[in-house]
């Protein structure tokens, strides 16, 4: 399919199938547009009933004009669209922009209509975009090719570059923000239900455009969501960051998994572990974009998380420090030479403690605020800063903007400010900000979360960095592989371990026994207290069935014990293949934990980690991170969790060995990655997590095979 | 103390002490900004250096005046401060702002002359505003006594009073939401260090203030914050929203507590529960009391918190449905006679699910808008609209605002509008829905949110209507208020179980033994297994210090551990008290819940509740409620912590006695009550809660009286 998109964004000619002489209707509003805002390229109209519309030629059909456009736009009824796409092909268009509904949005014969479509496209190898989408606007070159309010705009052209799903959010998202925003947008286009060029292909395409700097997308899902690590961290190294929405947010778990780590797991999850490990920004909001976006366009990161706070209001650097100390800022700790300059000025009812608060003494001597950032910005414990200047207006305010331009352009921190004044009451003090690139808030707290941002990414990209220095471990197992893909049913618990022990991870002691005798032979071997367990194929779930047993002591307890569980696993399920009963160690100490893997259609394996029992099943306080997974993720992934100062050595409890827990977790998305066309989900509850240095044991497991 | 403050905000003369020349000075502004305002009372700048100040007379002293003015302005320094205020106590001056700074904020000789303003103020009963604040706004009078930036500009007068403990901050709020946000303030007042009038007075003064209709605050702490909650429910009783600001939040607990309880309250604990029962909407930025504001103006709360939504735009319409969804509301389910009527004109291609997306057909068929919000708002499950319009603008805003203004008048429910247009494209719809009072918001997401904010202080006024119906149980116990009256040191397990079983509140069978052959009797009276603990009022961790031994089964086992957590407790402390050792019956099944009392020097004494162990101290899963408790505010305080579905029944478990764990909480309540004087901190930990209908028990306790 085509990926290139230059001719997509920049066509030398583009035709309008469908298009109508009611300007203001959908069909009619692309000609309108492209020609009101200056087209450059041809223009084809093409309907049957008209000679021309506004003054341009009209044609009968797609084979009679004199070209083959670079771009076509399909505004016709779905039913027709098919026979439109078939005639592009034949005329070899290579991209088609597809604004008509009644798809795979309206359930039943429109899925299959676009079906049809997406065949037709890969037969003629014609990049769609759509359907159900409202096009595309390229400003810099002035291609407006769509529909909307919007579109009746003139725009600045800028370096932020966006791909939405939704048509009418997405350019809501460019208006507010070219227009009042102040982050200029260079290119938007709008996907729909994306049966051809999809959402990542444009993200591809804008890392790879010289003049794009700054990435915005909404989704609301990814048909190939699997590569989204793999280009978030091409845009990491790139330099560009991507500000991103995921919505559908509310949506249930998947209701028919067996295993819990495909309970807790559905695709929010999934996002949510490949932003984190991609580096892709999360927004929430309109004024998210704008607000991040104007921060990364000062064209600087920080080298640390450690920040400093000037301030004229001790109330809003109290609001600036709540907001970057829960985002995982720190407040840096000034150094003595610092504190000893800013002695000799700072008032003494002022606060020479980070946030520093000059107060409203700048009224009285305007020199304060910048012989204070000044000394901030030299500090080495310092890796940027944050000036707060409430509402300074007029031409006051211009004097103050002066010299924080002088002393910003001076360092290579970030400086950002909250500064609350209007912009009508501050054009000239904002014109310098804006010229000079240094972000302005109107809120510190805004203002927080902007350097907050910068922050995290800055860290991804030094996580990023550090990870490919890293090699994902490869473990390829034949005799796994195979004998896995015989099985259509669940794997018990002995078979599952035997499979998790070929890949590295510690289980523990155990012998399946078909017969009392054997038990307690087996027992003896490895020792009282043992546990006993019914192994079956049909019973995945064995305490359920009361098919298990712990902590037997003694050979008495052991005989009445194995009777004991077989009935009530007959009781639970009479027609269960029972396998044996397993006679096991009985694991004791350490923090329990659970491991698995999901195999997602759309993002591939992935696997979690949480704590055992509530903490992951009722807390839902578990962490997940696609494959592969390199020991720096490993770790990551641990301390993510809320309930990690229970391994760290909570409540009196010696540290758990948190070094072999992450050896576990990469040695199982080492198996997750050799056996994805094997697995669908996999369990295990608990692994045992020993004192420091003793290792981990998987105690139980459960591997569901992919349905044949 | 004069909390009656109309004369305050509407004074008939002001004087300005250290009054300057120098107008551009802070205590230059002030005469200025009065002047320039045109103020219509009488203005006495006080300055003994000049005779006028820009053609005002000025007086030598405050004995010079020839009245006692309402209000009287200080910005001297701050040595000076103490010798005027006296002045204004010999002269009768009812009110005084001090602005001047270098009080308790700097520590050291600030905190004393602050504690010396203080009582000079009381003796002469001066109301005292600040010191260190910036002053006061009466925009609807004129008076804007202060200084600062936003003095400058003139502003609306409307219905949203404030008051700020932060100067700069308070008035860049009130700045910004006035003018450019369309949410215009009535009277703005900063406290600063508030050694006088305090935050919690004005609001009680804004409560009873006929003309403000909403309430904003900015609060870093309160020193009278025991009055919140009951001041909250009187603006919850008056119809007058109060949106506030916590900051500081980012402070470490109480490091000396004793008992998890207070070790996991803090401040911020204690204001999250109080804003909670008080219905005090907790905001975070400044959008936030624009747009809620502009929400609580349109004068609508819904019946309930079943939202419907219309859009043109499916993806705004899904963002709205997280963000809604996510702070507690629920999406209606259409009545069948809704979605006859929808069918009759909505677009196949459209959705008739709640979202209803009538997509960007609206292009080509304006009505779709208005019968669709029509057919909507007359449905018997919808307690609230929101309607999303994309960024329709120019004409044809306009006549769909038209329509919606129509359709809106009919119906008494809320309806919001997520309206992306920018201001300057959509000058006449805004307008006309800015005469209807409809609130419109540039994004889905801010609408979603103020939406939340309606339906979250509309079930807080239902809640508190509720509350009012039940009374809270008293108890009143001399024996257990003298016993406790006379400790000094922690109260150990079993006398303080006694104190809580006179209080209703179930504990274990247990006796004291001093002797190991009382210690075998009481065993076998109350049956085996049992529980041993050390007593010890210098040994409050009974288990750190081993001197514990769970679940004994026998004589023998029982002498044996007799000697040994003797032994122990001698070696963790041997200069420890031994009272005896208390035999126990060992509590068995039933979920683990922990309770407490902190007794807090500024809200008094509050309630905790969470679940044992892990959930408690690492997780910090615990709720506070301030006391008095009622039934319901109980039940609530339940079910807000995370772990609730574990008391609920989750992982096959039966459900608990959660009625009798709410009595308990309502008991604890009425304990700390009647003990307030006494009680410093107590534990119930573990509080086991038996299957439903099985009642609680307490296992073990821990009281720590309030030093002599």
Redesign the interface.
């Given at each position: 399919m085509r990926t290139d998109l230059e001719r997509f964004f920049n066509p030398r000619a583009i035709a309008i199938i469908g298009a109508s002489r009611d300007l203001?209707?959908?069909s009619g509003?692309p000609l309108k547009h492209l020609t009101s805002h200056h087209y450059k390229g041809r223009l084809y109209p093409v309907n049957p009933r008209y000679q021309d519309i506004a003054g341009v030629k009209c044609y009968a059909s797609i084979a009679d004009l004199p070209e083959a456009p670079d771009l076509v736009l399909v505004l016709v009824n779905?039913s027709r669209v098919a026979g439109i796409l078939r005639q592009c092909g034949a005329k070899g268009v290579p991209y088609a922009i597809i604004f008509s509904?009644?798809f795979s949005?309206?359930g039943g014969g429109?899925v299959s209509l676009q079906q049809e479509l997406a065949a037709i496209a890969r037969e003629h190898d014609i990049g769609v975009i759509g359907p159900?989408c409202?096009g595309m606007i390229n400003v810099a070159d002035g291609v407006f090719a769509g529909?909307?309010?919007?579109f009746?705009?003139d725009y600045e052209p800028g370096v932020v570059s966006m791909v939405?799903?939704?048509?009418?959010?997405?350019?809501?998202v460019m208006?507010?923000s070219s227009?009042?925003g102040g982050l200029a947008f260079r290119q938007i286009v709008t996907t729909g239900n994306e049966i051809g060029v999809s959402a990542l292909d444009f993200i591809s395409y804008y890392i790879r455009d010289p003049n794009t700097e700054i990435i915005v997308g909404?989704i609301?899902g990814l048909k190939d969501a699997r590569r989204l690590v793999e280009i978030g961290n091409k845009a990491l190294a790139s330099g560009k960051p991507i500000l991103m929405?995921k919505?559908?947010?509310?949506e249930q778990g998947q209701k028919a998994a067996v295993s819990h780590t495909a309970n807790l797991g559905g695709a929010m999850a999934l996002y949510k572990a490949a932003f984190r490990q991609a580096g892709i920004i999360q927004v929430?909001?309109?004024?998210d974009v704008i607000d991040y976006g104007r921060a990364f366009r000062c064209g600087r990161l920080p080298r640390g998380s450690r920040l400093a706070i000037i301030?004229?209001?001790?109330?809003?650097g109290?609001?600036m420090?709540?907001e970057c100390?829960?985002r995982g800022m720190r407040l840096a700790e000034l150094a003595p030479e610092t504190l000893a300059k800013l002695r000799e000025f700072v008032?003494?009812?002022g606060?020479l403690l980070n946030p520093v608060d000059v107060?409203?003494?700048i009224?009285?001597d305007t020199s304060l605020i910048n012989r204070t950032l000044q000394a901030i910005a030299d500090d080495p414990n310092v890796d940027c800063v944050a000036m707060?200047t409430?509402?300074?207006?007029?031409e006051?305010?211009a004097t103050i903007a002066a010299e924080i331009v002088a002393v910003a352009g001076k360092t290579d921190k970030p400086v950002l400010l909250a500064w609350?004044?209007?912009?009508?009451?501050a054009l000239e003090a904002y014109g310098m900000l804006n010229d000079a690139r240094i972000p302005h808030y109107?809120?510190?707290?805004?203002c927080g979360r902007s350097l907050a941002a910068l922050s995290w990414y800055a860290q991804a990209k030094r996580r990023s960095e550090a990870r490919r220095a890293e090699v994902a471990l490869t473990l390829n197992r034949p005799d796994a592989k195979r004998a896995l893909a015989e099985k259509t049913a669940d794997v018990s618990e002995h078979a599952a371990k035997r499979i998790l022990a070929e890949y590295g991870i510690s289980v523990t002691q155990e012998e399946l026994a078909t017969g009392k005798e054997q038990a307690l032979a087996v027992a003896r071997r490895i020792g009282y207290p043992v546990a006993l367990k019914v192994q079956s194929p049909d019973i995945s779930h064995k305490t359920?069935a009361r098919a298990v047993k712990l902590s037997i002591a003694s050979d008495e307890e052991l005989a009445a014990s194995y009777e004991e569980i077989l009935v009530n696993a007959r009781a639970y399920n009479k027609d269960a293949k029972i396998e044996g009963v397993l006679v096991q160690e009985m694991a004791k100490g350490g923090v329990e934990a659970i491991l698995g893997v999901t195999n997602d259609p759309l993002f591939g394996p992935a696997v979690m980690f949480g704590l055992g029992?509530?903490?992951a099943?009722?807390?839902k306080?578990v962490a997940f991170r696609l494959v592969p997974i390199t020991p720096s993720v490993a770790r990551d992934m641990i301390e993510e969790i809320?309930?990690y100062?229970?391994l760290a050595g909570?409540?009196?409890r010696a540290p758990a060995d948190v070094e072999a827990l992450a050896d576990a977790i990469v040695r199982l998305s080492a198996l997750a990655v050799d056996l994805e066309a094997e697995v669908a989900e996999l369990d295990i509850n608990p692994l045992f997590v020993m004192d420091k240095g003793k290792g981990v044991k998987a105690a139980d497991a459960l591997i569901r095979p992919r349905k044949k």
């Open positions: 203001v209707t959908i509003q779905a509904s009644g949005e309206v429109g159900n409202q529909f909307g309010s919007v009746h705009n939405s799903q939704s048509g009418g959010f997405g350019f809501s208006n507010l227009k009042d909404y609301e929405w919505v559908g947010n509310t929430e909001d309109i004024q301030t004229i209001s001790g109330g809003a109290i609001l420090t709540d100390i829960g008032p003494s009812f606060s107060t409203a003494a009224f009285n707060i409430a509402s300074l207006q007029g006051f305010a609350s004044a209007r912009d009508a009451d109107k809120s510190p707290v805004r359920e029992g509530i903490f099943e009722v807390l306080d809320k309930g100062p229970v909570a409540r009196g």
